[in-house]
């Protein structure tokens, strides 16, 4: 089978930025906390006339004109998100009218913060299996339309914003390389958003009770986290008989400091942990997207070098890929 790999990426992020001074305003918080348990400073929060689609749409047509490839090259366009634009259709199908990706088959990915890992994966195997030749994968969430902002043990940790990756068969060696992908759906309930689905459809009592905004048990979370993480960075490299040494830059889904730190220094390579969470904040399925790009674009990382990306979210949902930049 041939290789896929990343020709080109992208990211978006709203204008405005909200740091942690201003949301001392709102609830009640201190930058001292919230910096101190999650590494963030402020995040940038999307327009109320910016839907997901919007956010994804400009980070594809940056991916796109990195990679040279022309809207209409595109096969397949797949995005992933747990903020969709609407129930149905799927934003993928949203953002192929904007941005002119006429020939694309298109869908959503729901596996949460792990979304872009995983649509990475289904990405490589059309290449792989010839299904396709150029794949647009996006990661894009407005996490503030599903916030609850007079809960200030998650209002504080998300922030909305965009990346994607143009895929395509190039003859690397690696390129995307297979992944390892897993989730547990027993503990679905720490980490969702409980109603507006067909289990707990939208009534007054609903949105009383704020059941339509994301609901999180922090702790049990962070220690799932850090142990899934770990775990699946050493079975991606067991798979494709790597060593941590052979790694350039290992990036984590960043939802929070701490845990990235802690992977790190489980795997000893704190040094080469690649983190912008102080500037972004937990922006889930678009979190690994936007880091793949700054990491690649500043040169942390260079042609030929191996990364691993590895994600934790929702579900819970986790996984871990090589990727050769
Ligand atoms: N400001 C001030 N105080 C706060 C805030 C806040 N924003 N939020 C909570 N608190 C208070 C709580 O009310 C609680 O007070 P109490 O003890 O009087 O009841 C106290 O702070 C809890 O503090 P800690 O126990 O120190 O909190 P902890 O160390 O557990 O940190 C955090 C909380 C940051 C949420 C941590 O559990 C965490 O990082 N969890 C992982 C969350 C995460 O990253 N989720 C996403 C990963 S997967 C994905 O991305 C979907």
């Known amino acids: 089978a041939r290789t896929a790999s990343i020709v080109g990426t992208g990211m978006y992020v709203p204008e405005r930025v909200v740091t942690n001074r201003d949301l001392e305003e709102i609830v009640d918080t201190s930058d001292e906390w919230i910096f101190s348990r999650t590494g ?8 109320e006339d910016q839907a997901t689609s919007d956010l994804a749409a400009e980070a594809a047509k940056a991916a796109l004109a990195d990679a040279g490839v022309a809207a209409a ?8 998100t747990l903020s969709p634009d609407m129930i149905f259709p799927s934003t993928a199908c949203l953002v192929q009218h904007r941005i002119g990706a006429d020939r694309a088959a298109c869908f959503d990915l729901g596996a949460a913060c792990s979304g872009f890992l995983y649509a990475l994966e289904q990405a490589r195997c059309s290449i792989a299996s010839g299904a396709a030749d150029t794949v647009l994968v996006i990661g894009a ?3 503030s339309a599903f916030l609850d902002w007079e809960d200030r043990s998650t209002c504080v940790l998300f922030g909305d914003g965009a990346g994607a990756a143009v895929l395509r068969a190039r003859g690397d060696r690696i390129g995307v390389g297979e992944a390892v992908l897993g989730a ?3 503990l679905a309930e720490l980490l969702c958003v409980p109603a507006g689905g067909s289990r707990m459809p939208a009534s007054e009592d609903t949105l009383r009770r704020r059941l339509h905004c994301l609901r999180m ?3 049990e979370v962070y220690k799932h986290a850090v142990s899934h993480m770990v775990e699946s960075v050493y079975d991606v490299l067991r798979r494709h008989e790597l060593d941590p040494d052979e790694i350039a830059c290992f ?4 939802a929070n400091a701490r845990i990235i730190q802690a992977v790190g220094a489980r795997l000893d390579v704190e040094e080469r942990m690649f983190m912008d969470v102080e500037r972004y904040g937990n922006t889930s399925a678009a979190a690994l997207a936007i880091a793949l790009h700054e990491a690649v674009k500043s040169g942390t990382v260079s042609r030929g070098e191996l990364m691993v990306l590895v994600a934790f979210g929702g579900g819970f949902t986790w996984g ?3 990727v050769e930049c």
Not at 40 to 47: G, K, L, N, S, V
Request: charge should be negative.
């Open 184 to 186: 547990d759906g027993s």
């Open 141 to 143: 969430e407005k996490m």
């Open 40 to 47: 963030m400073r402020e995040r940038r929060i999307a327009a």
């Open 217 to 219: 048990e922090g702790r």
């Open 73 to 80: 090259e595109v096969d397949q366009l797949i995005t992933a």
């Open 320 to 322: 871990a890929n090589i």
């Open 251 to 254: 990036i984590p889904h960043q």
